[in-house]
């Protein structure tokens, strides 16, 4: 009887709850990560003055001619934007110099705010990057032509809804977007080395562009949940059988303790699969 104790703790002892839970949080650890970051506070807005009148949710950059300026930036310049006008109230810190002077405006480099954006390259729908359009200050939807991306849209905008202005068969309207002027992953993607195969299938489960370090941290993630439920699959397995060899008298516990292997290696598999989802998503 003790024999058979001893076969089944050597099962069970293998994997611990301490240490499956400590490797289901290696898992979910890079995810985790990115939704706090989805989920933290806006960006910090700062305070500048123009010349020019400038509407909520414009795409401005720094005047060359002036640091303490900003004016709408443009589609030849767009590698020079910084970040979207915004109302002072929208963020819960805003920096200003207290002047009050005539022609301050608010600037946010990061963050969720309403953007302006037109149907110039046609109607931008959620998630799509922005970039500049050939009309100042305005943003457009994105497409791999573009290098630089101002931000990425959490509202879709068609042209017919939400209409602030027109200009010919260009309308131009207000959503909310992730505001975050980068190299476009659009354009990243397709200079990537990225085996084809593994683009299609990373757009077919997100409907969308992926950046390339997302997949490249996606398939780290993959591997090692395979690599650990490999683990304990076969470490489990290899140690009941030989287990049931030495005293076949415990097959039962045994059994029962290669089902709990069994299942807790299906777990960690399951969780690394929903932390490659949800850094392709996210």
């Not at 293998?14 to 960006?43: H, N, Y």
């Not at 810190?93 to 390259?121: C, I, K, M, P």
């Not at 397995?237 to 005293?247: C, D, E, M, S, V």
Request: hydrophobic share 40%.
């Amino acid at each position: 009887m003790s024999t058979q104790t001893s076969n089944t703790r050597t099962i069970k002892t293998i994997f611990t709850p301490k240490k499956v839970f400590a490797l289901l949080a290696l898992c979910v650890l890079v995810a985790a990560s990115l939704v706090w970051r989805s989920s933290s506070a806006q960006s910090i807005v700062q305070s500048y003055t123009s010349d020019k009148t400038l509407q909520k949710g414009m795409v401005v950059m720094i005047d060359p001619k002036n640091g303490s300026k900003v004016i709408p930036a443009t589609q030849e310049d767009s590698k020079q934007a910084y970040g979207v006008v915004v109302d002072p109230s929208d963020s819960p810190v805003t920096l200003s110099d207290g002047s009050g002077n005539a022609g301050q405006v608010y600037v946010a480099a990061e963050g969720r705010y309403e953007v302006l954006v037109s149907d110039e390259n046609g109607s931008v729908a959620t998630g799509d990057y922005l970039t500049l359009s050939s009309t100042p200050g305005i943003a457009m939807k994105a497409t791999a032509k573009q290098p630089i991306a101002v931000a990425k849209a959490l509202e879709s905008f068609t042209g017919s809804q939400n209409i602030v202005a027109t200009s010919g068969n260009t309308h131009i309207g207000r959503i909310i977007g992730t505001v975050s002027v980068k190299q476009n992953p659009l354009a990243a993607t397709t200079r990537s080395s990225i085996p084809e195969i593994i683009q299609r299938t990373t757009q077919s489960v997100t409907k969308k562009s992926v950046n390339p370090l997302r997949i490249y941290a996606s398939l780290l993630v993959f591997m090692f949940s395979i690599v650990i439920s490999g683990s304990m699959l076969y470490a489990g397995i290899k140690t009941g059988i030989t287990a049931i060899g030495r005293n076949p008298l415990s097959k039962k516990d045994i059994r029962r303790s290669l089902i709990e292997v069994i299942l807790s290696s299906v777990i960690v598999f399951i969780i690394g699969l929903f932390a490659v989802y949800l850094l392709l998503r996210i």
